[in-house]
């Protein structure tokens, strides 16, 4: 895959469209969550298993039309959400009403809690001439999770968005007469694992390796259950961060005996030396790398 249009998001760092050095900076420095506090427990939820054929069929169009001419992804889900004007209590609807968190600002657990407004969303982009939407599953890793202590609701939450997704694609593809595809979004995670969080203890990490892989993998096996048709590692900062999310969806997809399409989404830090960037899809079968939320420096 070599060609998409540009995209551009707001994860609710504060400047919009674009994802500033300082704003990676503040990713950077923010604390672990704290252990104490309320933490979910993991639910029993159905998996539909996805229809291999179907999806293999979408993929080959998918790559025919690259060639034909620009795939248009969709743009900022953070201010999409925001027009909804949601208070705490709309975040945590019905299921989650006692958690003992505040749990506003998680916008990936509206897949859970307020489907309707996810599903519009993604409905809106696909009308509005988009081809490839994302799965509203930029925080949705144990990692990022552990500041509302949902991190066992990781599964979950990333096989209900692709779910959520897959049935507005199917949804538009069946009224339309033309495809739409999902891509499943792996974001960064708050943590990098090749800068120290204390300016005092260079060779301090506030996250491994492992961990990274751990969580990058549950992730991307429940959004390919879900019925992702490709994955979009999004809005990496960190290129350690970015391999361990690609070691992850390899073993994945080997351990599945399926090829998806595989994009990296590079940002500010991550693109000052184009060669770090630039080496990632030769030495890990990546099929397109993307800037967003970016300037060249």
């Known amino acids: 895959m070599s060609r998409t249009a540009g995209h551009r998001h707001d994860h609710g760092c504060g400047h919009g469209h674009e994802l500033t050095r300082d704003c990676a900076s503040a990713l950077e420095r923010r604390e672990p969550a704290a252990p104490e506090g309320a933490r979910a427990a993991e639910a029993p939820y159905a998996v539909e298993p996805p229809d291999e054929r179907a999806r293999t069929d979408r993929i080959r169009r998918l790559r025919r039309l690259l060639e034909e001419r620009i795939v248009l992804l969709d743009g900022a889900m953070g201010t999409m959400i925001q027009r909804h004007k949601l208070d705490e209590v709309g975040y945590r609807g019905e299921r989650f009403r006692d958690f003992g968190r505040d749990l ?30 994302e799965t509203n599953t930029f925080n949705s890793t144990a990692i990022a999770q552990a500041d509302y202590g949902m991190e066992a609701l990781v599964p979950e939450l990333n096989y209900r968005s692709a779910r959520l997704a897959r049935e507005v694609a199917d949804e538009i593809a069946a009224r339309t007469g033309t495809p739409r595809f999902v891509a499943g979004a792996l974001g960064p995670t708050n943590r ?16 491994t390796f492992d961990e990274l892989v751990a ?55 991550m693109l000052r030396d184009g060669r770090s960037l630039g ?11 993307t800037a967003s939320c970016s300037r060249w420096v």
């Open 215 to 269: 969580t990058y993998a549950d992730a991307t096996r429940a959004l390919v259950q879900g019925g992702a048709d490709l994955l979009l590692i999004e809005t990496v900062f960190d290129t350690l961060n970015a391999k361990a999310a690609i070691f992850a969806v390899r073993s994945v997809l080997e351990e599945l005996s399926l090829e998806l399409p595989l994009i990296v989404s590079g940002q500010s830090p």
């Open 104 to 133: 506003r600002g998680n916008n990936d657990l509206l897949s859970l809690t307020r489907p309707e407004v996810i599903a519009g969303i993604h409905r809106a982009y696909y009308e509005a001439g988009s081809d490839i939407v």
């Open 279 to 289: 080496r990632l899809p030769k030495r890990s079968g990546t099929r397109c790398v």
């Open 192 to 207: 990098t694992a090749s800068i120290s969080p204390d300016v005092n203890d260079p060779a301090l990490r506030n996250v």
